[in-house]
């Protein structure tokens, strides 16, 4: 199983920017995808959460509508879209899948295999 996140940049406060989690070896009507970050000197936190068949999504209320995942199954990609961008969004942005049997509707628990992280920076 490989996760493979990517698109992540320098973007200035107010900007927006789309991550791409690529998967390979599972499928995604199985897998719970969360997207993930963890901030210098911070947790990591869960941000986003889209369940396996039915595609139910989760986004931390602390985001207020400004992100939102969706995913390709045919492509076996996951993506985040990140809008108005805030200086306090800067970290490393990581996606991780987890069985449907065991994730979580927030993709707090049970992620099995995590990838690589990309970096966002917001900043002026």
């Known amino acids: 199983v490989q996760l493979q996140a990517s698109g992540g940049g320098l973007v200035q406060p107010g900007g927006s920017l789309r991550l791409s989690c690529v998967t390979a070896?599972?499928?995604?009507?199985?897998?719970?995808i969360g997207w993930f970050r963890q901030a210098p000197g911070k947790e990591r936190e869960s941000i986003s959460c889209i369940s396996g068949r039915g595609g139910a999504t989760y986004h931390a209320p602390f985001l207020k509508g400004r992100f939102t995942i969706s995913r390709i199954n045919v492509q076996n990609t996951v993506y985040l879209q990140m809008d108005d961008l805030e200086s306090e969004d800067t970290a490393v942005y990581y996606c991780?899948?987890?069985?449907?049997?065991?994730?979580?509707?927030?993709?707090?628990?049970?992620?099995?295999?995590w990838g690589k992280g990309t970096l966002v920076t917001v900043s002026s």
């Open positions: 991780a899948a987890g069985s449907i049997l065991g994730a979580t509707q927030d993709c707090k628990v049970g992620m099995q295999f």
């Open positions: 070896g599972i499928s995604l009507d199985y897998y719970a």
